[in-house]
């Protein structure tokens, strides 16, 4: 059974940085392109950066410069490195297999994905 499961959420400062781990089991994550999404209060869910399986990466242009995707297929976890961070990055980031990773952010979204349950990151001072 294929399973997700995100860590290294919290409270940090604006300007700190923080990474976030997602932990896969039950398939070869050397086959998959992941992703990371995120929900920010009130709004709706957003893709913000993925990386396929040769490990080329791309980025909502609201993350480019400051966040960091990879990918460690021996350890079976994805990284999204977050540096720079600011008040509008808050809230619930999720980490996703087998997405449609491409320029285009809005296309990531695939019926067959499979989602990890979600890990609060919270920019306050």
């Known amino acids: 059974q294929l399973q997700l499961v995100e860590s290294g959420g919290g409270l940090v400062q604006p300007g700190g940085s923080m990474r976030l781990s997602c932990v896969t089991s039950?398939?070869?994550?050397?086959?998959?392109?992941m992703g990371w999404f995120r929900q920010a209060p009130g709004k709706e869910r957003e893709g913000i950066s993925c990386?396929?399986?040769?490990?080329?990466?791309y980025y909502e242009d609201s993350v480019k410069g400051r966040f960091t995707i990879s990918r460690d297929n021996a350890k079976r976890t994805v990284y999204l490195q977050m540096d720079s961070l600011k008040v509008e990055d808050t809230g619930v980031y999720y980490c996703?297999?087998?997405?449609?990773?491409?320029?285009?952010?809005?296309?990531?979204?695939?019926?067959?994905?499979?989602w990890g349950q979600g890990t609060q990151v919270t920019v306050s001072s």
């Open positions: 996703v297999a087998n997405v449609e990773c491409n320029q285009y952010p809005d296309t990531w979204r695939n019926p067959d994905a499979s």
């Open positions: 039950g398939f070869t994550l050397d086959y998959y392109a």
């Open positions: 990386i396929d399986a040769r490990a080329g990466t």
